[in-house]
């Protein structure tokens, strides 16, 4: 019941993170934008979690898992309330940033409620388990998002949120322990405020400057400086943690290699798969033309694609172990990636539907093993920590995901003189974000032969035949 509890949460994230990018394109053009402005919703929504995911755990040890649970639930429902009555892009976007306070709360600490209570031989099954649920979200998101916005109006998604935010607040409220920690670190105030304010500036930066040649010479100068101050503020927490007893982002957890490889192997990855939600709806519907409810209808196929892998992942990473799945499978996912670049208004949607699928579950795939292989040399005093930490480099890496497929979309418009996006646009960005998942390989060769065997069950060939 726990991780019912833990699954609607996520559930009510991955609904409306899947509708929204189905509505992008009839947002736009409803707000009066242009199609590619929109990425700020998506990076006021990654850069709330980036902030206030690092004292998610502080606040869970102090407060308690069921106070904060319960509150990131009530804060995230009501948020969507206010992206229902948006007015115009801002106030979507306001909208969007309360969306990740509360997300932000809301996901880490069901997690560590979670891999507090389960013993490590247990972990893979519970992690490919518990995102089962919050699979139907991704599936039905598409088709239900693109329906309401075809034929009633695209604030009908996130009214979605309304009754599943309730009964998962009343769930939370009756379920949930009210866990604490034996002893409560005090709050690094100072890292709160470098981290904060430097991943602000340099997600926002990166964002604005990826508007390309279409940007203002001065936007361009501002989101420099916006850049160079948040590198700055970045590096001054660098000094500040070594000097911290309790920083806000643990640094030395980067010691443990199956933590450090998996870290950074993973932001590459995923910075590739967070410009999908962006890319794939906006081909589909501004390139090829289709209507919302179209595209929804195709681009569920890739996470019915992930709910079959969740069947599977833990005998493949038995007999495989960590290194060779997450090596190959980087590999065959960045190639389904950079398929998706062959993609015409005449491509049959039979075609589409299989390579979206099979996308999705060796995407999945992929994501499991990250995550888990991530917690495997981890222990539970600094699950928190480690939690943290992941959390940040999830969000910051998905929101340089939607800023570089932005990017790629401005520069290739920018270079023929247009103004308007076509179908040729998005093809050459789906082959550079297949480059760059295809780089991800270079951190996960470098996985020991026996990473995360504690979890996965592995036995390597040396080990398997005794001498």
């Known amino acids: 019941m726990l991780t019912l509890v833990v699954a609607s949460a996520l559930f009510m994230e991955s609904l409306v993170s899947t509708v929204i ?6 947002m736009a053009a409803d707000l009066g934008v242009d199609p590619i402005s929109l990425k700020l919703a998506f990076t006021a929504y990654y850069v709330a979690m980036a902030i206030f995911i690092p004292i998610s755990g502080w606040c869970a040890d102090r407060f308690g898992a069921r106070t904060v649970f319960a509150s990131a639930i009530g ?16 106030s979507l976007i306001f909208g969007r940033f309360c969306q990740g306070l509360g997300g932000a709360m809301m996901l880490p600490v069901g997690r560590l409620v979670l891999l507090r209570a389960i013993p490590k031989r247990e972990m893979v099954s519970a992690m490919a388990w518990l995102s089962i649920p919050t699979l139907f979200a991704p599936i039905m998101g598409p088709p239900v998002g693109g329906f309401i916005t075809t034929y009633y109006h695209w604030r009908g998604i996130f009214w979605l949120n309304v009754p599943v935010g309730v009964v998962g607040l009343a769930m939370a409220l009756w379920l949930v322990p009210q866990v604490k920690a034996l002893v409560r670190r005090p709050l690094d105030w100072t890292g709160f405020a470098l981290t904060g304010l430097g991943l602000s500036l340099a ?24 850049m160079a101050s948040g590198a700055v503020l970045l590096a001054a927490y660098l000094w500040h943690a070594r000097r911290s007893a309790h920083p ?11 933590f450090r490889l998996s870290l950074w192997g993973g932001l590459l990855f995923r910075v590739a798969v967070g410009a999908v939600p962006f890319l794939l709806p906006l081909m589909l519907q501004v390139g ?21 892998m969740k069947i599977v992942a833990s005998p493949i990473l038995r007999r495989w172990g960590f290194r060779r799945v997450l090596s190959v499978n980087a590999v065959v996912s960045s190639g389904l990636l950079a398929a998706s670049a062959a993609f015409t208004a005449l491509t049959p949607h039979a075609l589409i539907i299989v390579v979206l699928l099979a996308a999705g579950f060796f995407r999945s795939l992929q994501f499991t093993s990250l995550n888990t292989l991530g917690y495997a040399d981890i222990d539970s005093a600094r699950m928190s920590q480690a ?13 340089g995901g939607v800023a570089v497929a932005a990017m790629l979309l401005d520069l290739s418009r920018s270079l023929e003189g247009r103004v308007n996006l076509v179908a040729g646009d998005f093809g050459q960005a789906f082959i550079a974000i297949g480059l760059i998942a295809l780089a991800s390989t270079l951190f996960m060769r470098r996985l020991a032969p026996d990473a995360g065997a504690e979890v996965s069950g592995h036995r390597p060939p040396e080990e398997a035949e005794p001498g």
């Open 21 to 26: 990018a189905t509505s992008l394109a009839a």
């Open 75 to 90: 804060v995230f429902t009501l948020a969507s309330v206010g992206c229902a009555l948006a007015w115009d892009m801002h």
């Open 203 to 226: 997600v926002f930066g990166f964002t604005l400057l990826g508007s390309g040649a279409s940007t203002a010479m001065s936007l361009r100068w501002l989101a420099l400086a916006m």
């Open 248 to 258: 806000i982002i643990d640094l030395t957890l980067l010691h443990i290699a199956s």
């Open 288 to 308: 090829f033309g289709m209507s919302a409810f179209e595209s929804g209808s195709l681009t569920f196929a890739s996470a019915a694609g992930a709910l079959t």
């Open 387 to 399: 939690t943290s930490f992941v959390g940040v480099v999830q969000q910051l890496s998905l929101s």
